[in-house]
């Protein structure tokens, strides 16, 4: 049936229903001045009949209503399904934006079960119009946006109205702070001295989380392999691809296998446009990760390492020195010993390490789940000292110290300043590469 022969028998079926009350009231009030009993008997009879009838209405009214309701519904079901693999993270967004306080969000990928997850919520303007004025708002497909609109226009009442809200709560919500993110993963291939890389953007990292995150885009994903001097290049690629992700609140994260950990990746070079030769961690934020937190055999540290973060997040307003264990001799056991303990959620290395792989200072960081390492890749006099002073701030200071001491050392000779050398190792265990355990068990 079509909606306008629909909406014909709707109007025809309101005015009938409006008659058959008015003939209602008019006897209902008959019969309440009525004193003849055999005449108010009759008038009683009349009144049910008319009440079986108004009901009867009321019915057919409302089956063509949901006759209505469930063909606006396909409709836009089969306007969801021409969204394209790269436009679903668009779907997430707007179910996300019109979900009640406390909504749980459904994991998954199909837009017919996220309609059918906004159908549940309960109306606010109602849902399912919410939902689909903020994809309009959000989307970039003129094909689709005008499909929306068109629908929206049919089915939704001050759909202008809305849609100037939606803009401007949209245009507001980027107005605030957000928290992006470079994650770099370098994995071994299986050439000698080749390495795959992958790369993704988290657009804000307070609100991320890695089982289910529509703001969080893949960039690259290996195809081939890399010598180690390429990957710095590809990093310059990838932050070309970010836009206004790519500022001085941008965090860069790289993944190494551990015999890589101590590479100088924050000091990586290229030259701009411009012609002008930048240090990587003079323009951003630069921390070392270890790609084996990532495997599927470090799932059993997983507790552990959560565990040491929550208690990261307990000492936010205090100084860490104090949690930092002080590395200086090659007694791992007794290393293991002190970072097992409750209150130690980082180490500090007094000596530049020399071995990095399987047995050495680093393989007991993983195996006791310590988040945060902070160590220099070259010895100076007075490092040390200088080593605890960046200590003295709380847990969340420490990235951005560690950011300025190293643009300090930009006008300073390589063997004067440790802000050519410092390392920091930074882990979060909730901020992992999404499908984080398929990753790396992919065959090399």
Request: charged residues 30%.
């Amino acid at each position: 049936m079509s909606k306008n022969i629909r909406e014909l028998r709707i109007q025809g079926l309101e005015t009938d229903l409006k008659n058959k009350e008015e003939i209602y009231n008019a006897v209902a009030e008959k019969k309440r001045r009525e004193s003849n009993p055999e005449e108010e008997y009759n008038l009683e009879l009349q009144l049910q009949s008319l009440d079986e009838k108004i009901n009867k209405i009321k019915q057919k009214i409302r089956d063509l209503e949901d006759e209505a309701k469930d063909n606006k519904i396909k409709q836009l079901q089969k306007i969801l399904n021409e969204f394209t693999k790269e436009e679903i993270s668009i779907i997430k967004k707007a179910h996300r934006a019109c979900s009640p306080e406390g909504w749980d969000s459904i994991a998954t990928d199909k837009p017919e079960e996220i309609l059918v997850d906004v159908l549940r919520m309960r109306p606010k303007h109602t849902r399912v119009e919410s939902f689909v004025v903020s994809l309009i708002a959000r989307l970039n497909n003129p094909s689709l946006v005008n499909k929306l609109n068109n629908w929206a226009e049919e089915n939704i009442n001050d759909f202008d109205e809305l849609c100037n809200q939606t803009k401007t709560a949209l245009a507001e919500s980027h107005k605030k702070h957000k928290n992006p993110y470079l994650i770099v993963c370098v994995r071994e291939s299986s050439k000698k001295d080749y390495y795959f890389v992958d790369a993704w953007l988290i657009t804000d990292a307070d609100t991320y989380h890695y089982h289910d995150n529509p703001d969080c885009k893949q960039i690259h994903k290996s195809k081939e392999d890399f010598t180690w001097k390429e990957i710095s290049c590809e990093i310059n690629n990838f932050l070309n691809q970010i836009g206004e992700y790519s500022s001085s609140k941008l965090t860069i994260e790289i993944f190494l296998p551990l015999d890589l950990i101590n590479e100088a990746v924050d000091s990586w070079e290229s030259e701009n446009e411009f012609g002008l030769k930048v240090k990587l961690n003079n323009e951003y934020n630069v921390v070392v990760r270890s790609t084996e937190r990532l495997l599927p055999t470090y799932n059993r540290y997983t507790g552990f390492w959560q565990e040491k973060w929550t208690t990261l997040q307990d000492i936010i307003k205090n100084s860490v020195l104090n949690a930092f264990v002080l590395h200086q001799d090659d007694d791992l056991k007794k290393l293991f010993t002190e970072l097992k303990k409750e209150n130690k959620i980082g180490i500090k290395l007094q000596t530049t390490p020399i071995k990095t792989g399987k047995g050495s200072v680093f393989a007991v960081i993983l195996s006791t789940a310590i988040p945060v390492a902070l160590w220099l890749r070259c010895h100076l006099p007075n490092c040390n000292e200088q080593i605890d002073a960046l200590l003295e701030c709380c847990i969340y200071e420490l990235i951005e110290n560690v950011g300025n001491k190293r643009l300090e050392a930009l006008l300073k000779p390589q063997d004067s300043h440790i802000g050519h050398h410092i390392s920091l190792l930074w882990e979060d265990p909730y901020r992992l590469p999404p499908g984080t355990y398929d990753l790396l068990s992919m065959p090399k």
